[in-house]
Structure formats: C-alpha cells, structure tokens
C-alpha cells in the first residue's frame, strides 16, 4: 500500500466529483441505517430489493453493454474510458453492494428464514471475510504491509472463533437460502476482493509518474468482465430469491 488509505479515498473522491462520491456512499448507508432501525418490513424490503436492482443493472450493464464497446478500442482509448469511470465506479458500486448484502442477511433474520441460525452466520461470516482480505492483500501487494496485516488478523481470528462458538447451532434452511448465502459469498468475494482491489490498481496506475495505458486498459477490461459475470449470478440469485418467496420458478 504506497499511499496513505486518507489520500487515497480523497484523492478517488475529487476525480469521481467530491459530491457524487459523498451522495452514493452517504445515501445508501443512510437507507441501510434506516431498514435495521425503524423500517417496518415492507421498507426494510424496499432498501434491499432497489439496491439490489441497482447493483445488479450496473453489472449487466458494464458487462453486456460497454465490456464488448471497450473492447474495440484501443489501449489508450480504453484507458481513457476507465480513468473517467473507475473513480466513480469505486464509490458506488460497493456501497450498493454493501446495502443490497447486509440489508438481505438482516431481512432474512427478521423474517425467520436464518432464525437461530448462528452457525450459519458464522459461517458465511468467515467464508467471506478471510478469502476477501487475503485476495485484497494478494492484488495489492500488501502481505507485508500492516495495514493489511491487522486487519486480517483480527477478522481472521474473529470469525473462526465465532465459527468455533456456533458449531452445534446448524438448524435446517430452506435449501434457497443456502443457495443463497452461497451466491451472495461469491459475489461478494468477487466484489471485494478482486474488482475493488483492481480498481485501487487502476487509480495507483493513473496517479503515477508514467501512467501506463496498457495496465490501465488490461485491468479495467478484467474487471468489466468480472463485472459481467457478477450480474449472472445477481440474476440467479433473484431466481431464487422468486423460488423462495413463490414456491416455484417464473416459468
């Protein structure tokens, strides 16, 4: 980690707008705060199902519509693209993660679908963090940094010793919610831990004395593939989630 984690995010901030990157982080969170707090279910409902649709049409956006647009273009004129879209990308994208996840897993508790489910919890809560902080650590270089380091140790150490608190407490899911949890683990490891990181690389690149187009153009067409493949299992997920509430599939 060459930069300090202020810089960074201030740095990100004045090139995605310093209004747009405060409104899309502050507004989701808000909703979020909202829906665990006062919300009755059906707003609770609301905040999670909008930021889910939000987050999974950006993902079939940028992956059926401009990964295959990017693609024709040339390394500087794709790295253009990505220096416009990464700093805004990197403010919305995980906020509307974050909201679409925690809001999901709390809904779940509130309306009994995970009650007493603790190992569960746990569970998802370890098969989540640790891939994700050893994948940032990997794409960033930062194994030996201790800004990485403990953080890691800590949610490491946290979560398995909560999984090893919870271990008796594995009551039967419904067998949509486990396909659930295993989506939304995958998702969020692909998020987190691979395409937020590649978008801190892109942002390093272009701040750099010699800013290279094609490292630029290389990582930010991964992540738009990436980004294309999130939005497949965003649409499995609500399949499931339509099994789940219905009983049945919509055809």
Do not use: C
């Not at 930069?3 to 990100?12: F, L, Q």
């Not at 993660?97 to 009994?112: H, K, N, Q």
């Not at 010699?210 to 299992?233: C, E, H, W, Y």
Request: without cysteine; aromatic residues 10%.
């Amino acid at each position: 980690m060459q930069t300090t984690i202020r810089g960074t995010i201030s740095g990100m901030a004045r090139r995605a707008n310093p209004a747009f990157a405060l409104a899309v982080v502050v507004i989701p969170l808000s909703a979020l705060g909202y829906a665990l707090t006062v919300a009755s279910i059906q707003q609770h409902t609301y905040v999670h199902v909008m930021a889910g649709v939000l987050w999974t049409g950006i993902d079939v956006f940028i992956g059926a519509v401009l990964g295959p647009v990017i693609g024709g273009l040339d390394e500087e004129e794709s790295a253009a693209v990505f220096e416009r879209l990464t700093p805004k990308t990197e403010f919305l994208l995980p906020s509307l993660a974050t909201v679409a996840i925690a809001s999901g897993i709390a809904l779940a508790l509130r309306i009994g679908y995970l009650a007493d489910g603790d190992g569960w919890l746990a569970l998802f809560t370890a098969a989540n963090v640790i891939p994700i902080l050893l994948l940032v650590g990997w794409r960033l270089d930062a194994w030996r940094d201790w800004r990485w380091q403990a953080p890691f140790g800590v949610a490491t150490v946290g979560s398995l010793s909560w999984v090893a608190l919870t271990v008796g407490a594995f009551p039967a899911i419904d067998p949509a919610i486990a396909v659930a949890l295993a989506i939304v683990t995958i998702l969020s490891v692909q998020g987190f831990g691979f395409l937020m990181p590649g978008e801190l690389r892109i942002y390093r690149e272009m701040t750099s004395e010699r800013p290279d187009s094609g490292v630029i153009a290389t990582i930010g067409k991964q992540n738009a593939m990436l980004g294309g493949l999130q939005g497949l299992f965003q649409l499995l997920l609500i399949l499931d989630m339509v099994y789940l509430r219905y009983g049945g599939f919509p055809f």
